[in-house]
C-alpha cells in the first residue's frame, strides 16, 4: 500500500470509529487506540502536504482562526415557525390543515424542539463544504471551520446520499458537558456561563476554531432540503439522515390524528427533563413532502409545520416603575421595571404589560411582587401579581395621558388595545422608527446606513422623512461622530443604490399601517404603479384579493394626507421606483384561463408552475370551484382530483398535457 492509500484509509478508518462513537454511541475501540491512530495520520499528513484533505479527521482539533465571518446567502430559506401554546392552538392548526388540503388524510411526525443554535450545513458529493448559522432566515455567518470540529457533525457521508444537499439543525451543548464547562470556569476564578443555549451560539462565532473544539458541542439535524430528493415524507427524510451519518435522535413519531399529537406532547412535557439535553416543546410537521408544498408558505414560516412551546419558567420579583415607549407607528407600550431577577438563563430587568387594559386586569402598581414568565421563552411579560404581598397604601396605576416623548395628548379608537400619539410627523421616535423601517433589509435594504445613524442624522436636523436621504451629501456626514470619509461614502451608495428597489420594497418601506410584505406585494402587483394605487378608493381597495376594510382605510388615510403625498413626489425626484417592472409575456395562450395544481410535480415545481402559468397570461388558484379551468395533477392527487371530477366542468391535466398546452 503506498502512502496516498495508507492516508486515505487512515481517514476513512478515523471517520468510521467517530461515528460509531459520537452518532452510534457505540465505540470499537479504546481511546487509547484512536488517538494513536489520528497522531499517525497527524504525522504523514505533516510529511505529506501534497495530499491535504479538507475533510481529514485531523482537522476536528481545530486551530484555524476566523477574524471576519463572511456573510452568506441561504440557498433555501430558512423559515421561522409559527408557535402553539395550547390544545386549542392545535385543534385550529389541524383545521386549516385538512380545509388547504382538502382531505383528513394526512400524516404527522412529532419532533422534539432543541434548545440551541440554528445551522445550515451544505455537502456536496458527500463532503460537507460549508456550514452557515441561521441569520436572518434569508442570509447568515459562515462558520464552517468551528463546524467542522463537533465531533458529531460527519465530514464524509456514507450510503446512497444526494449529489448535493443542504440539512438542518441545532448545535448543542448537552447539559452533562456544559456542568463541567462551568465547573472549570469557576474553578478557574471565572463567571460560569448562563445557560447552554446562549453558549452554544457564542461557540460558534468564537475566532479560533481550536477553542470551539474544546467545547463538548453536538449537532442534532431534522431536516434536507435538495430540489431533487431521494424520499416522499419526512419521516423517511429523518431515516435517511441517519443512514447517511448524521446524529438524528430516535424521539420522532409518526402519527395520524390530533389526539396522537396531544399525547406526544403531554409525555416529553414530563419527560424532558429526562433528556441529556434541553428542549422547549415539540414541532409538529405534515409528513408528506408534496402535502408541504402544497401548503406552501406564509411571509414568516411554513403553513405545513406547528411549534408547541411548553409553559415558561416563572419567577417572582419587585416592580420598581413604570416607563413608556413610543413605537414607530406612534402605538404606546408600557415597560415593566423590575428588580433585576434570573429567567430562563438570562437577567431579566424589564417586562412588556402591554396595554392599558393589561395593567388594569392585573391591577399591577409599582411596589408589587409579580411574577413573570419569558412569552414563547423570548420577551418577558407580567402574568400575575402576588397581591398579598402588596404594601399597604399603594396606589392603582394611572395610564399616562400624553406621549412621553412630545407631550401631545395620547388616543385610542374604538376596539384598539393601545394608545396612540397622533403627532406622527414630529414625535421624535416616531419620525426615526419610520425611518429605519424605510432603510430595513426586508423594505429598502440601505447599506452603510444603520438605526444608530438614522437617529444621529435626525438629531443633528439633517433628516426628518426617508425622502431627506436621498439630499444628503458627503460633507453634511462626515463631521458627525463616529463618521469618517470612507463611512460617510458608503452610506451616499447605499442611498443612491437604494433607488433601483422594485416598487413592492418601496410600498413596504413606506410605512403605512397594517401594509406589510404581503399585503405590499399584493398592492403593487394589483395596481401596477404608486398612482393608480393612490387614485383607488376604498371600496377598490377591498376588491383587491385579501385585502378588507381595516387595510383599505389605512392606506387611504395615508394618501389623503398631504405632507405623505408631498414626501412620495419628493421620493419620485429622486428615482425611487415606483412602478411594478412588467415582464414581457411569454404568450397569451392561457389568457382568462384558471389553473390549480394538486399531487406531488415531477416534471416542475409549483413555484416554477405558477410563473408558466401567469408568463402564459393565465392565473393560479387555490381551490377546486366553479371558476377553475384547470387542475393539472401530479402523482398520488387526492381530494382535489375527485372534487373537480365530481364538478365536471373542470378540464384534467397530466403535467406533460399541461406543458404541451403551452
Not at 399529537?261 to 408528506?288: F, H, M, Q, T
Not at 429567567?343 to 386586569?361: C, E, F, M, P, Y
Not at 399597604?392 to 395610564?399: A, D, I, L, R
Request: charged residues 25%; hydrophobic residues 35%.
Amino acid at each position: 500500500m503506498n502512502i496516498s492509500e495508507h492516508i486515505n484509509q487512515l481517514r476513512k478508518e478515523l471517520h468510521q470509529h467517530n461515528y460509531n462513537y459520537y452518532v452510534l454511541d457505540t465505540p470499537t475501540i479504546s481511546d487509547y487506540d484512536f488517538d494513536m491512530l489520528l497522531k499517525e495520520l497527524q504525522e504523514l499528513e505533516a510529511k505529506h502536504p501534497e495530499f491535504y484533505d479538507a475533510n481529514s479527521p485531523t482537522l476536528r482539533v481545530g486551530g484555524e482562526v476566523t477574524k471576519n465571518f463572511n456573510t452568506v446567502k441561504h440557498r433555501y430559506r430558512m423559515y421561522s415557525l409559527d408557535n402553539s401554546y395550547s390544545k386549542e392552538d392545535l385543534l385550529d392548526w389541524e383545521k386549516r390543515i385538512h380545509k388547504l388540503l382538502d382531505t383528513d388524510d394526512v400524516q404527522y411526525t412529532c419532533e422534539l424542539k432543541y434548545d440551541g443554535a440554528s445551522i445550515n450545513i451544505t455537502y456536496e458529493n458527500g463532503q460537507l463544504v460549508r456550514a452557515v448559522t441561521r441569520g436572518d432566515g434569508f442570509e447568515g455567518d459562515e462558520v464552517t471551520t468551528n463546524i467542522k470540529t463537533i465531533k458529531s457533525v460527519p465530514l464524509q457521508l456514507q450510503g446512497d446520499y444526494p449529489a448535493s444537499f443542504d440539512i438542518r439543525g441545532e448545535i448543542m451543548l448537552p447539559l452533562a458537558g456544559f456542568q463541567k464547562m462551568n465547573e472549570e470556569r469557576v474553578a478557574n476564578g471565572e463567571d460560569p456561563y448562563m445557560n447552554p443555549r446562549n453558549t452554544a451560539s457564542g461557540s460558534l462565532k468564537l475566532q479560533d476554531s481550536a477553542e470551539t473544539a474544546k467545547r463538548p458541542l453536538e449537532c442534532y439535524l431534522y431536516s434536507l432540503k435538495s430540489d431533487n430528493l431521494p424520499f416522499t415524507t419526512q419521516a423517511e427524510g429523518l431515516e435517511k439522515a441517519r443512514a447517511y451519518g448524521f446524529k438524528v435522535p430516535k424521539h420522532s413519531k409518526l402519527v395520524g390524528s390530533i389526539d396522537d399529537i396531544l399525547e406526544y406532547v403531554a409525555y416529553w412535557d414530563v419527560e424532558r427533563s429526562n433528556l441529556p439535553y434541553e428542549i422547549d416543546g415539540v414541532v409538529i410537521k405534515v409528513n408528506n413532502l408534496a402535502q408541504q408544498e402544497e401548503l406552501g408558505y406564509t411571509a414568516k414560516a411554513p403553513r405545513w409545520a406547528m411549534a408547541y412551546k411548553f409553559k415558561a419558567e416563572r419567577v417572582s420579583t419587585v416592580l420598581k416603575s413604570i416607563s413608556y415607549q413610543v413605537g414607530r407607528t406612534g402605538a404606546i407600550t408600557p415597560v415593566a421595571n423590575l428588580e433585576p431577577v434570573l429567567l430562563a438563563g438570562t437577567t431579566v430587568k424589564r417586562a412588556s404589560l402591554h396595554n392599558a387594559d393589561q395593567i388594569a386586569k392585573l391591577d399591577v402598581r409599582v411596589g408589587d411582587t409579580v411574577y413573570v414568565e419569558k412569552g414563547g421563552e423570548i420577551i418577558p411579560k407580567i402574568v400575575d401579581v402576588a397581591t398579598e404581598k402588596r404594601i399597604e397604601g399603594s396606589e392603582p396605576t394611572q395610564y399616562i395621558t400624553h406621549c412621553p416623548e412630545c407631550e401631545t395628548e395620547l388616543v385610542r379608537t374604538e376596539g384598539d388595545a393601545k394608545h396612540y400619539c397622533p403627532n406622527e410627523y414630529e414625535c421624535a421616535p416616531q419620525v426615526i422608527g419610520k425611518i429605519q423601517h424605510y432603510i430595513s433589509r426586508k423594505a429598502l435594504d440601505i447599506e452603510g446606513l444603520g438605526g444608530e445613524t438614522v437617529a444621529l442624522l435626525y438629531k443633528e436636523g439633517l433628516i426628518t422623512t426617508y425622502a431627506d436621504l436621498y439630499d444628503l451629501t458627503e460633507a453634511q456626514i462626515i463631521p458627525l461622530e463616529r463618521m469618517a470619509e470612507k463611512s460617510a461614502q458608503n452610506l451616499i451608495q447605499g442611498v443612491a443604490a437604494s433607488k433601483k428597489v422594485a416598487f413592492e420594497k418601496v410600498l413596504f418601506g413606506l410605512g403605512i399601517r397594517y401594509v406589510g410584505e404581503t399585503v405590499a406585494k399584493k398592492l403593487a402587483k394589483h395596481y401596477k404603479n404608486i398612482d393608480a394605487l393612490m387614485d383607488a378608493t376604498q371600496e377598490d381597495l377591498e376588491n383587491v384579493e385579501e385585502i378588507g376594510v381595516k387595510i383599505a382605510e389605512s392606506v387611504r388615510a395615508f394618501f389623503d394626507e398631504e405632507r405623505n403625498v408631498a414626501i412620495i413626489n419628493k421620493l419620485r425626484s429622486a428615482g425611487i421606483q415606483f412602478e411594478t417592472e412588467e415582464k414581457e409575456l411569454a404568450s397569451n395562450v392561457l389568457e382568462g384561463k384558471t389553473f390549480l395544481f394538486t399531487g406531488k410535480l415531477t416534471q416542475f415545481t409549483r413555484d416554477a408552475a405558477k410563473e408558466m402559468v401567469e408568463q402564459n397570461g393565465g392565473k393560479t388558484i387555490s381551490a377546486v370551484s366553479s371558476k377553475l379551468n384547470y387542475l393539472v395533477v401530479g402523482e398520488k392527487a387526492g381530494s382535489k382530483l375527485k372534487k373537480a371530477e365530481a364538478l365536471g366542468t373542470v378540464t384534467i391535466l397530466t403535467e406533460t398535457e399541461f406543458l404541451e398546452l403551452l
